[in-house]
Nanobody, 126 residues
């Protein structure tokens, strides 16, 4: 059974930075594409970023492009989300997710992901 555990959330002022981490249990991490999603109160869960198993492909939502960077360390079974120039509208619970399908294209829709973490709160004050 795959387990994903996020960490690194917190409270930060607008313009600040945070780095989220997501650690994957098990031996299959380096075959899964990984993604980050977020959900603000009263809103649907939305795609943030995704990275292929080899890190050769990365994809970002337009709202975070140029500010967020997704990366992974397959030796540490960890995926990261570096968030810079944070804005109050980035406030949400952030979830990491794993896609075991080995599809060539990165998925941006939540149902395409098989495993989810419990989420970590990010709050950006103005």
């Amino acid at each position: 059974q795959v387990q994903l555990v996020e960490s690194g959330g917190g409270l930060v002022q607008a313009g600040g930075s945070l780095r989220l981490s997501c650690t994957h249990s098990g031996r299959t991490f380096n075959t899964y594409a990984m993604g980050w999603f977020r959900q603000a109160p009263g809103k649907e869960r939305e795609f943030v970023a995704a990275v292929s198993w080899s890190s050769s492909n990365r994809y970002y939502a337009d709202s975070v492009k140029g500010r967020f960077t997704i990366s992974r360390d397959n030796f540490q079974n960890t995926v990261y989300l570096q968030m810079n120039s944070l804005k109050p509208e980035d406030t949400a619970v952030y979830y990491c997710a794993a896609d075991s399908s080995r599809r060539p294209q990165l998925a941006t829709m939540a149902p395409r992901y098989d495993y989810w973490g419990q989420g970590t709160q990010v709050t950006v004050s103005s």
